[in-house]
């Protein structure tokens, strides 16, 4: 079993939906957890880290459920300007050398 | 604002060549990492380096060898390219001590191997 794995969508909506993306991972995964971003033929970005308390930035909601081994991204009132291809990410490792664990990500298109 | 920049955006070379791929950051990050993404498969590790000259194995090292002699500056080698080696391969750098998920990525070279 992968270690990150997503639905790949893809996720059509229209503008102002808010849309959910769900992500798991296996126990032999990772210690902390991120969404990052793609933009069509760009480089990834981070977006936000994510905390089992849940963390919001602006319309963007992050929540990380430890028991389920479950990792959320909530985008509220979307714009066009969110379609992107969303990547969940753990990350693993110690003593200043840490991995990152990609998801295939999921792409998500906003509809005028 | 970190910059993180890869010899070429494009490259097509052919079966059994020597191939090199440079990657630069110019903000004094310790960590570097050399990655692929293909269709349906996403990112996925080859090597990384917590420091010059270090390296570490990723996930998928076979065919891939690396060299940091610099702070600045991981290559990314592959010895005989093949045409499964046909990719974008995405460099990457982090700075010890910060968050371990933030990692700058470079803008990606996309390798043909005919």
Known sequence: RKEVEQDPGPFNVPEGATVAFNCTYSNSASQSFFW????????PKLLMSVYSSGNEDGRFTAQLNRASQYISLLIRDSKLSDSA???CVGARGG?????????KGTKLSVIP | DVKVTQSSRYLVK??????????VQ???????????????????LIYFSYDVKMKEKGDIPEGYSVSREKKERFSLILESASTNQTS????????????MGEQFFGPGTRLTVL
């Not at chain 1, 971003?37 to 480089?43: A, S, Y």
């Not at chain 1, 003593?95 to 998801?103: D, I, R």
């Not at chain 2, 052919?14 to 440079?22: A, H, I, P």
């Not at chain 2, 110019?26 to 692929?36: A, G, I, Q, T």
């Open chain 1, 85 to 87: 291809t969303y990547l």
């Open chain 2, 88 to 99: 974008m391969y995405l460099c990457a750098s982090r700075r010890s001590g910060t968050s």
């Open chain 2, 26 to 44: 110019d903000m004094d990050h310790e960590n570097m990492f050399w990655y692929r993404q293909d269709p349906g498969l996403g990112l996925r």
């Open chain 2, 14 to 23: 052919r079966t059994g060549e020597k191939v090199f791929l440079e990657c």
């Open chain 1, 95 to 103: 003593a200043g050398s840490y991995q990152l664990t990609f998801g």
């Open chain 1, 36 to 43: 990052y971003r793609q933009d069509c033929r760009k480089e």
